[in-house]
């Protein structure tokens, strides 16, 4: 079955250096989101793209945050530079195109996440 | 607009007990509901989930769900609680708006199951 892959699973960075965290979606996956959720709380969202083009980014802390989808595909999330506050797990998922014919249900499909420690 | 209320943040059950977990959803839209379940250090699995179909909805692993229009309501249940149910577990409403697809998480239920 096909999965959401994202890597790495852990990192342990020092404040005040950068990180960045890596998502492939399911193949034909449009809508790609980028989550953080901190330990005991619901996911937030960070950004969310349709295709290349992001569709909502308003949670994003944009002086330190950014994230890309330069081709529709994958998708890179950078954070530069770390604060404690950063710690946590983010979250990729992904979901067809909205209207896809017969098959969109609305469903995410998260990968496993990755773990960030600052330190 | 949407939003998510999940009524308890904490449940805690005897094993082989009943489970409910309580959802309830405003949206101005046509929404589809989702129960996603969180193992620690896991990502989220998808439980169940409503699409304008059959209003009661059978997931894996025992849980099942009913969707009451007039309650708002999409509350989650068990018949007999496993050790292996322990988790968080999280009510999700999506709605398609304004060309792309709007998702509200509610705030999570973390469920506890005694042996």
């Known amino acids: 079955e096909a999965e959401v892959a994202q890597s790495p699973r852990y990192k342990i960075t020092e404040k005040s250096q950068a990180v960045a965290f890596w998502c492939d979606p399911i193949?034909?996956?449009?809508?790609l989101y980028w989550y953080r959720q901190i330990l005991g709380q619901g996911p937030e969202l960070l950004v969310q793209f349709q295709d290349e083009s992001v569709v909502d980014d308003s949670q994003l802390p944009k002086d330190r945050f950014s994230a890309e989808r330069l081709k529709g595909v994958d998708s890179t999330l950078k954070i530069q530079p770390a604060e404690l506050g950063d710690s946590a797990m983010y979250l990729c998922?992904?979901?067809?195109?909205?209207?896809?014919?017969?098959?969109?249900?609305?469903?995410?499909?998260f990968g496993e996440g990755s773990r960030l420690t600052v330190l | 607009a949407q939003s998510v209320t999940q009524l308890d943040s904490h449940v805690s059950v005897s094993e082989g007990t009943p489970v409910l977990l309580r959802c309830n959803y405003s949206s101005s839209y046509s929404p589809s509901l989702f129960w996603y379940v969180q193992h620690p250090n896991k990502g989220l699995q998808l439980l169940l989930k409503y699409t304008s179909a059959a209003t009661l909805v059978k997931g894996i692993n025992g849980f099942e769900a009913e969707f009451k229009k007039s309650e708002t309501s999409f509350h989650l249940t068990k018949p007999s609680a496993h050790m292996s149910d322990a988790a968080e577990y999280f009510c999700?409403?999506?709605?398609?708006?304004?060309?792309?697809?709007?998702?509200?998480f509610g705030i999570g239920t973390k469920l506890q199951v005694i042996p």
């Open positions: 998922a992904s979901s067809l195109r909205p209207g896809t014919s017969g098959q969109f249900t609305g469903e995410l499909f």
């Open positions: 999700v409403v999506t709605a398609y708006s304004g060309g792309y697809q709007k998702v509200t």
């Open positions: 193949s034909g996956h449009a809508t």
